[in-house]
């Protein structure tokens, strides 16, 4: 089960990594918007920096739970409130570590990942259409 917000827009052309990523996070709804924000605000959020420090700039590691925790200065719910959206998207995947769990970007690629997102997308689309199908047909 995933839940992904999707707009219809075009992309913004920007070099500004954080700019286009906190964009990016709005759009599919990892990030919430609540009320005015400045893009420093956003910088310093947990969920922002979760995915860009912790997953998308060291894509290749596997991240020990209390590692993230000490490492984002947060506590266990909220971490696990932001990496469970992850998971649900399947951008990241749960690893275990010994006793402790850890977590790790899927395919150690951002791009890769989003090409599991688009296929889950798709899936669900394909069964949309199928029920759009019936209902039109029982409709007739």
Known sequence: MFELQVKLKNPSVSSDIDSLLSEFLFDIG????????????????????????VFLLRADKTWPVNEIITYLRTTKPTLYRHLNRLKGLEIIQEVQLGKEKGYVMRYNSLSLAWNFVESNVKMAMDNYRKRVDNLQAMSE
Do not use: H, N, Q
């Open 30 to 53: 990892y990030l919430e918007e609540r009320g005015e924000f400045s893009l420093e605000t956003v910088k310093e959020s947990v969920p922002f920096k979760l995915f860009k420090e």
